[in-house]
């Protein structure tokens, strides 16, 4: 093994691998290894690394020793790696050899990097990492699944409708790591080891920090990665969202009658189809006759209009011949130049072309902005294939099976700065979909087309909390799911304590496809804004009226914290926290915080205990060290110990932290 010292960061070499190990950011370490003659240079999800942050390097006989703060690798001349924060090991290299140079069977053979070359300079990369006794693992982005704890999961790394990949995890044992890597792959977080794999890379890539609570880890890993804008107050309250409104009037109507009712309504949002095919990226003017006309009524009654974009280029639309022609669309490596068939034979722009970029905001400045819509519904932003075979993909930038991952970073890149340009401010977006830093392109994440039941709500609580510690603070999900028939027995009761939870969380929205799904469509022909079908009503006064007193009572609390929520948002902004936070964040020395799964905090102030079991009248609340006043009676209670109190069905426990 040869060490080398250069500048702030230390080299390693043996045989065909080269190691290259560097300070880039505050208490922390990047680590790349390559088996080509030189590393790519990509950066990937870092941005560039703050200057004042110099490594120690020490070389011996022995090994070698990198520093940076409260963060420490040593190299050992076997060559292996372990990492320390302070003088605690926190991750160690996985690795069996015939050397003996670890007290494990030596006649296993395992390395802990393994290349396996695959075509030219892309190798399929396997890393892999000692399990720690009694290690919790968060974050990770998003996954349809009741676990907060990730630890024994298998997470596969990749993008599909409802599932966000975001390699990055906090640990209970002090340190912070992401895999710098957006390809598609799967992570193994073994009680033997844990396990990283990607499917098509040119090189190994990862980011490991450490800190003494996961707040300064949170600070440590958006400092290189990206935080929020400031998130705008016009948006602080409800958003009304169905599936679909079919035409201007429709739109108007709702917006009516929330002002006849004195509700303030921030954002209304006009879903799909109310084009004429997909790719157009304008509005079908047989339904929406005068875009401005509506634009002016909904800005005088102070709500801002949010329309759907979706990537999908259908091949009968105006603009696919040109992105065809300029090659700003998606390439398949064989058979027929298609990647999406639902209601049209559609190709997917190619959001990692900078032309496509600026293609498909011309068309949204032209066909929306000019009348007033600034913020878009970026739908599919995965974006969704008919059939995720990654490896038949290619972008502009290379295989889908190598960056993949971050399409949907460079397709809220493409809204975020036409808007930035066109002098905006006050921007929100909302995506299906995110990767590491798309929190800094004003990405407000929905969790995908859920179900309607109380399995799934449980799911959204893990979901959120996650993806918060994933570094993407602005999160919501369909309140009441998506797929659901308002004929269903418990239906109401779901959405009641779905809202409930949605309205201590970072965005309060309305949407769902209900059912039974018999309504006419408007028009017979297979195209055009008439042509797709819509759900039931889904304002808050649909569903009657002991539903409609409670979600208003929501409402209100809601707008009654909006300074509150503002000051939550400027603390996502200044140091990457997210807005709903696990117990442990605010409480990292309270042991129980860590075990709890179904609690959370609503910034530092509240802890919010939502309902999630369908006929559930009461719950066990555990309340950290202080005080905790209930802001439904306003019983105090004292921390350290759980307690069981009533939850009826108007009723979700929520408690102030006093002092």
């Not at 490991?208 to 016009?234: Q, S, W």
């Not at 007033?372 to 519904?377: E, K, V």
């Not at 066109?422 to 407000?444: E, F, H, M, P, T």
């Amino acid at each position: 093994m040869q060490f080398f010292q250069s500048n702030n960061s230390l080299i390693a070499k043996h045989r065909n691998e080269t190691v290259l190990i560097q300070a880039w950011g505050k208490d922390a370490l990047r680590v790349r290894a390559t088996q080509s003659a030189r590393f790519c240079g990509a950066d990937n999800a870092l941005e560039t690394a703050p200057a004042k942050y110099t490594a120690e390097v020490q070389i011996t006989a022995k090994e070698a020793v990198i520093r940076n703060g409260l963060i420490s690798c040593v190299f050992h001349n076997g060559g292996h790696m372990e990492f320390y924060r302070g003088s605690q090991r926190i991750l160690k290299e996985y690795y069996r050899d015939w050397g003996g140079a670890n007290e494990h069977s030596p006649s296993l053979r395992l390395c802990a990097r393994e290349f396996k070359p695959v075509s030219g300079s892309d190798y399929e990369i396997t890393m892999r990492f000692e399990a720690n006794e009694g290690e919790k693992i968060f974050g990770m982005g998003q996954y349809q699944q009741p676990n907060l704890d990730l630890k024994g999961c298998v997470l596969e790394l990749a993008q599909r409708n409802s599932q966000i990949s975001i390699p990055f995890y906090l640990s209970n044992k002090g340190y912070g790591f992401l895999w710098n890597n957006a390809g598609i792959g799967q992570v193994c977080f073994g009680a033997n080891y844990t396990q990283w794999h990607s499917k098509l890379s040119e090189e190994l890539d990862y980011w490991i920090t450490a800190a003494d609570t996961p707040k300064e880890l949170m600070h440590n890993y958006t400092e290189v990665t990206g935080r929020a804008p400031v998130f705008p107050e016009n948006a602080m309250g409800l958003w009304q969202c169905k599936l679909r409104y079919r035409t201007q009037e429709e739109v108007l109507e709702v917006a009516r009658e929330y002002k006849r009712r004195g509700i303030a309504l921030d954002i209304i949002v006009i879903d799909f189809f109310h084009w004429i095919r997909q790719g157009d990226w304008s509005f079908d003017p047989e339904y929406w006759p005068d875009p401005q006309a509506m634009m002016d009524e909904l800005k005088e009654m102070g709500t801002r209009c949010m329309v759907s974009i979706w990537p999908t280029v259908d091949k009968k639309s105006v603009n696919f011949r040109e992105m065809w022609e300029k090659g700003l669309l998606v390439r398949t490596e064989r058979g027929s130049a298609q990647c999406f068939d639902f209601q049209g034979d559609t190709v997917i722009y190619d959001a990692f072309h900078p032309d496509a970029r600026a293609f498909i905001w011309e068309k949204a400045k032209e066909n929306y902005f000019r009348y007033g819509i600034d913020t878009f519904w970026l739908d599919e932003a995965e974006p969704e294939y008919s059939s995720y075979d990654f490896e038949h993909y290619r972008y502009h930038s290379g295989a889908a099976l190598k960056i993949s991952n971050s399409y949907p970073l460079y397709h809220a890149k493409a809204f975020y700065d036409g808007l930035k340009a066109s002098g905006r401010n006050d921007i929100v977006n909302l995506l299906r979909c995110a990767w590491v830093g798309s929190q800094k392109y004003a990405a407000v994440v929905w969790s995908g087309d859920i179900k309607s039941n109380f399995a799934a709500l449980r799911d959204q609580l893990s979901a959120g909390l996650n993806i918060g510690m994933a570094g993407i603070p602005w999160w919501t999900s369909d309140t009441g799911g998506f797929y659901g028939d308002v004929r269903d027995a418990h239906f109401n009761e779901l959405l009641i304590r779905w809202f409930q939870f949605s309205t201590f969380c970072p965005v309060l929205r309305m949407h769902g496809n209900r059912g039974p799904y018999d309504t006419p469509n408007l028009s017979n022909l297979d195209y055009g804004g008439g042509f797709s079908p819509t759900g039931r009503p889904n304002e808050l006064w649909s569903y009657g009226e002991e539903v409609y007193e409670i979600l208003k009572k929501y409402l209100d609390i809601r707008l009654g914290m909006k300074d509150y929520i503002k000051s939550v948002m400027a603390e996502a902004s200044e140091n990457g926290s997210p807005v709903i936070r696990t117990l442990f964040y605010e409480f990292p020395r309270d042991t129980a915080c860590w075990d709890i799964d179904d609690q959370y905090m609503f910034g530092p102030k509240y802890l919010v205990a939502p309902v999630l079991t369908q006929g559930m009248t009461e719950r066990t609340v555990y309340l950290p060290h202080g005080h905790w006043r209930s802001i439904h009676d306003d019983t105090v209670y004292s921390g350290e110990q759980t307690i069981t109190v009533p939850a009826p069905l108007e009723i979700i426990p929520v408690y102030e932290k006093l002092g």
